[in-house]
């Protein structure tokens, strides 16, 4: 695939598309472990409990087909999908707050496995900074402004309470930061040009109380 047609491709790509590729991507790997050959959108879609043809449409975007009754070569499909997603190079990242999140951020080694590497955190809490989580040091937040510009470091994990997010984030535009991944549940601002990830484990958890409350209420309804 040329670099002109990928740009092509992600700029189409529905953004419940982009959603679904980590998950076939993580099936894809275990099967590349196990060294299988061949998938086919109907296995994939059996263990992942997407339509099958769904999973094909969302392929389609990185220009990869399957063979007629074989499906897709998985470790090929394995690469393209790694390469597509941007997992394949290394992004370094500084962790605003090493609380319990941030350290939990700190020790997974997961996020590795996915491109992003946490080569720094940094603190208020003068009983953390100076210490480590496993290899990665804890500084003081107001070495950041220098630090970065030092390092280049463009990635920012914003792990801190939700009424010192806002203030967080504008030094982290302040300083340079072109993109932040926002693990609190204030929705901060930041300019056009500043790149925003939202992911609140306390919304997610809302919406599955508020599922089994609904659960409850139907089946109460029923009977």
Do not use: C
């Not at 491709?9 to 790997?29: F, G, I, V």
């Not at 392929?59 to 999908?81: C, D, M, Q, W």
């Not at 402004?145 to 030092?150: D, E, F, G, L, V």
């Not at 280049?152 to 801190?160: D, E, Q, T």
């Amino acid at each position: 695939m040329s670099d002109s047609e990928r740009h092509i491709n992600r700029a189409m790509l529905p953004e419940p598309t982009l959603r679904r590729l980590p998950w076939y991507l993580a099936y894809l790997k275990m099967l590349d472990s196990k060294h299988e050959e061949y998938v086919s959108s109907t296995q994939i879609a059996k263990r992942l409990n997407v339509d099958a043809s769904q999973i094909a449409k969302d392929l389609s975007f990185l220009n990869i087909k399957g063979k007629t009754r074989i499906g897709y070569e998985v470790h090929p499909l394995t690469k393209a999908l790694t390469e597509f997603l941007g997992f394949k190079h290394r992004h370094n990242a500084y962790l605003i707050g090493a609380g319990s999140l941030g350290s939990a951020l700190m020790r997974d080694l997961g996020l590795m496995q996915f491109g992003l590497n946490i080569v720094a955190a940094f603190d208020i809490n003068p009983e953390i900074i100076g210490s480590a989580v496993g290899n990665i040091p804890i500084y003081d937040l107001a070495e950041f402004p220098s630090r970065q510009r030092s390092s280049g470091v463009a990635i920012a994990i914003v792990a801190v309470p939700f009424e010192s997010a806002q203030e967080v984030a504008d030094t982290l535009v302040d300083s340079n930061i072109k993109a932040i991944w926002n693990f609190t549940p204030f929705r901060i601002k930041v300019p056009r040009n500043v790149v925003l990830q939202n992911t609140s484990i306390y919304s997610d958890l809302a919406l599955m109380y508020n599922s089994m409350e609904a659960n409850v209420n139907n089946k109460n309804n029923t009977k």
